[in-house]
């Protein structure tokens, strides 16, 4: 869930987003159930790797899940007991930025029943408002 290659190492601190909207995305296939963020933030990749984990065990391994999001942004830091200077610090960990009203997760190939409760374990792994839809 992390680039293989970026352009440079180390990135700036990302800056806050806009943070909560109304409008969300529709969803152009039918028998298709998405996650739908409701507010902007950063997600890492052991967020949405724990999510899919849930919903992968939930439905039993039936149907297609997409990831939409890619955790392409590095974050830095440097050790507490560290002096000033000396530059920047290894990479931490990976985060993906998303948006308001912009889909998380697709689930494709799945009945409501089975669909609606694996969204919703999975939803409860990340840390920002959602919403699921369903067609």
Known sequence: LQP???????YFKPRALPKITTKTQKLSEPGCFAIISLESGYINVQQLEAARQNIRRKIKREGKLEILPLADKA??????????GKGKGKVNHWVAPILAGK??????G???????PALKAGANKLPLKIKILDL
Do not use: C, D, F, V
């Open 110 to 116: 799945i009945n409501k029943e089975q669909g609606l």
């Open 75 to 84: 974050i830095s830091n440097k050790p507490t007991s560290a002096r000033m």
């Open 4 to 10: 293989k290659k970026t352009k440079y190492k180390k």
């Open 103 to 108: 889909p998380l997760l697709l689930l494709h």
